[in-house]
């Protein structure tokens, strides 16, 4: 729970991440400031904040020790950016994934902050050298990256610039923690960071299977839902690796050669285009319509999923 003295959090941009993040802040206690250039596009955001909160509270899944009209309080609106980082001593950005565009607010925020506030951007793919290039407080700068629904999904890679100063990593990632996030460090500047780029290894390879007519786009899926995610969910591949064998020397000893050959097996880079675009749109459709409705009706029902699994996750021991 945060006190007054740990001060305020500036959250740029109020789509559907800043809201998250404004959501996450106010469980923890803190005083959240959502700013965005247009007064309407707050409006709607504070409304849809209400709404999900009050929701959360019904269904008594909401985070935190206080109430929903309690952490609704602490959430504020502000268009005027300048004196909305008055104070604060964390900046949460989250306009659109832009280049030029984040690189511009963070050239606005520079000479209006003081020493001690940390810059964090919630750039998915965009290294910190390129974003954070030039700024007369780079040691203050830092990734953030969360994982889409940050609030059912505690996930949040930390990525410094090659000159943040280690303070502001080990700041960042108490911050996280204090919220309820799980934190992890990316040690070094890589593209997609860890979490993409993991991502994209199945994706491209589920991409392939598919169109080389291994396996139907449903069965694909299920084959990570009933399959590699259901364990995925509490233990990463690594340790996987170390239980399916007598730790990991002897999977690696067992295993090895057999890996070998396989990843030898596999394909160049899929183009994501083509009939194989078509095959796959065709099967996701007939599961759900893309249509905004049932887009919609979808992810609600993904983060309830998503909710329950946090939840039990919470309550099983570590060990």
């Not at 610039?161 to 990316?186: C, F, N, W, Y």
Request: with cysteine; glycine share 6%.
């Amino acid at each position: 729970m945060a006190s007054p003295r740990d001060g305020g959090v500036v959250i740029l941009g109020s789509g559907l991440i800043g809201q998250s993040w404004a959501m996450l802040f106010a469980s923890g206690g803190f005083k959240v400031k959502l700013c965005d250039i247009e007064q309407q596009q707050i409006t709607n955001a504070l409304e849809n904040i209400r709404k999900e909160m009050e929701l959360l509270e019904q269904s008594g899944a909401l985070k935190g020790s206080l109430g929903a009209q309690e952490q609704l309080s602490l959430i504020s609106g502000c268009s005027d950016m300048q004196k909305a980082v008055e104070g604060a001593i964390h900046i949460q950005e989250c306009v659109p994934e832009n280049l030029e565009l984040k690189k511009k607010i963070f050239v606005q925020l520079d000479p209006v902050i003081d020493d001690k506030v940390v810059i964090s951007s919630s750039s998915s793919c965009l290294l910190p050298s390129k974003l954070f290039a030039g700024l007369t407080h780079v040691k203050q700068c830092i990734v953030a990256h969360p994982v889409n629904p940050p609030y059912y999904v505690p996930l949040v890679e930390l990525v410094p610039h090659p000159e943040t100063d280690p303070s502001t990593v080990d700041r960042t990632h108490a911050l996280m923690k204090k919220i309820g996030q799980t934190p992890i460090r990316i040690q070094k500047e890589i593209d997609g960071f860890a979490l993409n780029r993991i991502q994209y290894a199945i994706i491209s390879e589920a991409w392939r299977l598919v169109d080389e007519g291994v396996v139907s786009p449903s069965d694909l899926d299920l084959v990570m839902s009933d399959g590699l995610g259901m364990r995925y969910a509490f233990v990463g591949p690594l340790e996987t690796m170390h239980l399916n064998a007598e730790g990991m020397l002897s999977y690696c000893d067992r295993y090895s050669e057999s890996m070998r050959h396989v990843l030898k097996t596999f394909g160049p880079i899929p183009e994501f285009s083509g009939a194989t675009v078509q095959k796959v749109n065709q099967a996701m459709c007939e599961k759900v319509p893309d249509d905004p409705q049932h887009l919609a009706a979808r992810r609600k029902w993904r983060d309830q999923c998503l909710l329950r699994l946090y939840k039990l996750k919470r309550e099983m021991p570590s060990e």
